[in-house]
């Protein structure tokens, strides 16, 4: 058996098979996803600035699992896991209901981990469900720094490459001879 993960690290589709709502090792609310990675992801933006995803179908299909750990105490936490399950497409208004999740396509990222403990040195695959894409405001360019700006790189801005040539060198060249005296 291999030591290096199956699947390249990058962006998935993935049909979930299974889905559960359990507890962690240390105790904590988890919900755990059982999917097949169905095809990689590559995106660009196109001439409109619009996102274009590329999907490529993966070779072979084996079965991973993504979980999400919910630390009750911790807000942001509760907060990242809804943002994720939201993403996904879950609708629920009741975690008993996660099981709808059971049979949709969903997007993963899978990249890669060492091992710890007895599996030091061995590479292991991590798979997530992503945050959903931040909304972004518009920037706005600020007149009164743009001015301030102008004045401070007036000359430059007017160079053709925009910056200043190197000043010549004022030393003179006479030639010297072994000892450093002029001949």
């Not at 040539?165 to 450093?180: E, M, N």
């Amino acid at each position: 058996m291999s030591n290096a993960p199956h699947y390249a690290e990058g962006a998935y589709m993935g049909d979930v098979t299974d889905v559960a709502v359990g507890e962690s090792k240390n105790g904590h609310p988890m919900v755990t996803i059982k999917f097949l990675p169905v095809s990689s992801v590559s995106s660009y933006l196109d001439d409109d600035g619009q996102v274009v995803a590329n999907l490529t179908p993966t070779q072979r299909q084996y079965e991973r699992t993504a979980r999400i750990v919910i630390k009750a105490d911790d807000e942001r936490s509760l907060e990242f896991a809804m943002l994720k399950l939201r993403a996904a497409g879950w609708e629920g208004e009741s975690f008993r209901e996660i099981d709808s999740l059971r049979g949709s396509q969903i997007n993963l990222t899978c990249s890669h981990e060492e091992g710890t403990g007895a599996y030091a040195g061995k590479l292991f695959e991590r798979w997530e469900l992503p945050l959903p894409p931040r909304k972004s405001e518009p920037l706005e360019s600020d007149n009164s720094v743009a001015r301030k700006l102008d004045a401070l790189f007036g000359k430059a801005l007017k160079l053709p490459n925009g910056a200043p040539k190197a000043a010549a060198s004022t030393t003179p060249t006479t030639p010297v001879d072994d000892d450093g005296l002029p001949f």
